[in-house]
T-cell receptor
Framework: NAGVTQTPKFQVLKTGQSMTLQCAQD?????MSWYRQDPGMGLRLIHY???????DQGEVPNGYNVSRSTTEDFPLRLLSAAPSQTSVYFC??????????FGPGTRLTVT | GDSVTQMEGPVTLSEEAFLTINCTYT??????LFWYVQYPGEGLQLLLK?????DKGSNKGFEATYRKETTSFHLEKGSVQVSDSAVYFC????????????FGKGTKLTVNP
């Protein structure tokens, strides 16, 4: 199993550009989520999904969209990037015991 | 609201020293409690967990006990190694099937040889 994979590893965007952060898992987990990690802030939940076709907002959803067309994939879209979205983004999936598995992260810089 | 407070870092220790990282929480009901570790350049990994009061989670020499009376879940290790240098996050998941994890801000630990 590859676990949770994320692409790209690094990305630089200009203000106003759009992009999609990819996340995939091969463990057949129903629950997936996106977090952002900022210095001194810990991890904050952006969006989550409890299964294909079902998504919901987390703590900091503004500026981000998600969709879940398959169990495996959970992409995060930035429609119009802002410098405040400079962060490290982590995708995670959760198994039936409640353990979360995190991807390696995407480091995004918006200039 | 539900929250996790953990001691501010950074923490710097010498090899073989005793480690304590304090974590307290605020939540309704009986949350599950977790410690995650993040090594440099990597994602978070589950270190240990406890799902009910008085449970002790343990892994790789680390331990934490779920204390309902003090709403705490302090992380301890009797003898740290250089390889334990990482950022440690305390987290809770609310009772009742909620899928959300609430994280503390993280504590950076550096262990010197």
């Amino acid at each position: 199993n590859a676990g949770v994979t994320q692409t790209p590893k690094f990305q630089v965007l200009k203000t106003g550009q759009s992009m999609t952060l990819q996340c995939a898992q091969d463990m057949n987990h129903e629950y997936m989520s996106w977090y952002r990690q900022d210095p001194g802030m810990g991890l904050r939940l952006i969006h989550y999904s409890v299964g294909a076709g079902i998504t919901d907002q987390g703590e900091v959803p503004n500026g981000y969209n998600v969709s879940r067309s398959t169990t495996e994939d959970f992409p995060l879209r930035l429609l119009s990037a802002a410098p405040s979205q400079t962060s490290v983004y982590f995708c995670a999936s959760r198994d039936s015991t409640g353990e979360q598995y995190f991807g390696p992260g995407t480091r995004l810089t918006v200039t | 609201g539900d929250s996790v407070t953990q001691m501010e870092g950074p923490v710097t220790l010498s090899e073989e020293a005793f480690l304590t990282i304090n974590c307290t929480y605020t939540a309704t009901g009986y949350p599950s409690l977790f410690w995650y570790v993040q090594y440099p350049g990597e994602g978070l990994q589950l270190l240990l967990k406890a799902t009910k009061a008085d449970d002790k989670g343990s892994n790789k020499g680390f331990e934490a006990t779920y204390r309902k009376e003090t709403t705490s879940f302090h992380l301890e290790k009797g003898s740290v190694q250089v390889s334990d240098s990482a950022v440690y996050f305390c987290a809770l998941r609310l009772q009742g099937g909620s899928e959300k994890l609430v994280f503390g801000k993280g504590t950076k630990l550096t262990v010197n040889p």
